[in-house]
C-alpha cells in the first residue's frame, strides 16, 4: 500500500480538520498566550539583558514561535488519540487497511501543520516588536518542521499510553512543559550555573531552540549541525517507539 493511499489522505484530512474547526482555541489562543509571555518577558528585561549583542526582546521571539511550534504539536496528536480512545471511535481508524506508518504519519503530519501554523501565527503577531534578521532560513524551516515532526510523534506515544485524560496532562505537565520552558526559550545556556549548563546538554529540546533560533542570528549556543544530528536520532527513536506501540496494539485494542 503506498504512502498516499485513500484511507491516509482521508485519515491525514480528518485531523487537519479536527482543530482547523475549533480554530479559536487551537490557534488564536496559543498566539495569545505567546504574546503575553513578549509583553511580560519583554517589557521587563529589555534593557537588562543583551545576549551576544542582540537585545533581550528579539532574542525572545524565536524561542515563543518554537515554544509554540512543539507546545502545539504535542498537543493536536496526543489530544486527538486520547478523545478517541474515550468516545470510543478509535475502532474506526484501526478496523480499515491503514499501515502502521500510515497512522503515525498521518496523526504527525496533522501535528506539523498545527504546530507550522501556530508558529506562524506568532511570528506574525510578535515580529513588530523588534528587528528580526534571516541569517539562514533553510535552518530555520528543517528545526521547525523536525522539532514539529518530534513532538507529534511524542504526542502519539502519550495518546498511546495515557487511557484518561489526567494521565495525558501529567505527561504533559511533568514532561514537555518542563523540558520546553528549560530549553533556552527565556534566556542562553551558558547564563547558568555549570551544573545546570551541563543538565541542558541532555535535553534535546534545547537542541531544536537553538538550532532554530541560528536560523534568524547566525549564532547560537552549539553548532547547528551537531543540533540537527542530536534533533534527527531523536526523531528517528520517537518514531521506532511509536510504530513499536502501534503494531503491537498497546493499549488501542482491548
Avoid: C
Amino acid at each position: 500500500m503506498n504512502m498516499f493511499s485513500v484511507g491516509f489522505q482521508t485519515l491525514l484530512y480528518k485531523e487537519m480538520l479536527r482543530f482547523w474547526k475549533v480554530a479559536t482555541q487551537t490557534v488564536a489562543a496559543p498566539v495569545l498566550t505567546a504574546m503575553l509571555y513578549l509583553l511580560i518577558f519583554g517589557h521587563v528585561l529589555e534593557g537588562h539583558v543583551n545576549v551576544r549583542g542582540v537585545n533581550y526582546t528579539a532574542f525572545l521571539i524565536p524561542g515563543l514561535v518554537m515554544m509554540s511550534v512543539l507546545q502545539n504539536s504535542f498537543a493536536n496528536s496526543s489530544s486527538s488519540l486520547i478523545q478517541s480512545k474515550i468516545t470510543g471511535n478509535l475502532v474506526f481508524i484501526l478496523l480499515p487497511p491503514l499501515s502502521h506508518w500510515e497512522i503515525l504519519s498521518a496523526y504527525v503530519l496533522a501535528s506539523v501543520v498545527r504546530g507550522l501554523t501556530v508558529g506562524a501565527g506568532v511570528f506574525i503577531a510578535t515580529v513588530w516588536f523588534a528587528k528580526l534578521s534571516f541569517a539562514a532560513p533553510l535552518w530555520i524551516l528543517a528545526f521547525a518542521l523536525l522539532g514539529a515532526a518530534i513532538l507529534g510523534t511524542m504526542g502519539v506515544i502519550a495518546g498511546i499510553w495515557a487511557e484518561k485524560f489526567d494521565q495525558l496532562a501529567a505527561f504533559q505537565n511533568f514532561l514537555i512543559m518542563p523540558a520546553t520552558f528549560l530549553s533556552g526559550v527565556f534566556y542562553s545556556i551558558h547564563s547558568l550555573p555549570p551544573f545546570w549548563l551541563t543538565v541542558s546538554h541532555f535535553n534535546p529540546f534545547f537542541y531544536m531552540i537553538d538550532g532554530f533560533r541560528h536560523g534568524f542570528f547566525g549564532q547560537s549556543d552549539v553548532s547547528p549541525w551537531t543540533s540537527l544530528a542530536i534533533v534527527s536520532a531523536f526523531f528517528a527513536v520517537l518514531a521506532g517507539i511509536a510504530i513499536n506501540l502501534l503494531k503491537r496494539g498497546y493499549n488501542l485494542r482491548h
